[in-house]
């Protein structure tokens, strides 16, 4: 997250850099985008990337889990961190919140860094100021 982000939103997130976030149900939605840059920093072309690491969820891909659940891309760090995907660049300030705001405290509760204190027009403030534009 962009530290101008942080700053607007301190006391909601702090990354403790456990990985949790980077285990589990749902998975990692990549843009073309990100295919493209992952693909060119790990040095395979777009169409083999696609094909080893990534699995397909409806009409968009996912990045492919390890048999342990984590992204392949998870070692104890990510080794992709430089060019990690729009949606694990926005982690935790994502849409889902601003359906539901109940998704930030479900989210909570398995993330060690997230405020599960916070109030609900703070969160809804925040994701709205991080997606704008």
């Not at 395979?44 to 390890?66: D, H, M, N, W």
């Not at 961190?81 to 300030?93: A, G, L, S, T, Y």
């Not at 539901?100 to 909570?108: Q, R, S």
Request: glycine residues 8%; proline residues 6%; hydrophobic residues 35%.
């Amino acid at each position: 997250m962009a530290s101008d982000q942080k700053n607007s939103c301190s006391g909601l997130f702090d990354c403790t850099l456990c990985g949790d976030c980077c285990k589990g149900f749902g998975g990692t939605y990549l843009t073309k985008a990100d295919i493209d840059t992952i693909s060119r920093y790990i040095g395979v072309t777009t169409k083999e990337f696609i094909s080893e690491y990534t699995s397909p969820s409806g009409s968009k891909r996912l990045i492919a889990q390890g048999e342990n659940r984590y992204c392949i891309f998870w070692d104890k760090v990510c080794t992709i961190h430089p060019v990690k995907p729009r949606m694990c660049r926005q982690w935790p300030f994502i849409p889902s919140i601003l359906v539901d705001v109940g998704n930030w405290w479900a989210m909570a509760a398995s993330c060690p860094g997230m405020n599960q204190d916070a109030p609900e027009k703070e969160i809804v403030d925040c994701v709205k100021k991080i997606m704008t534009p």
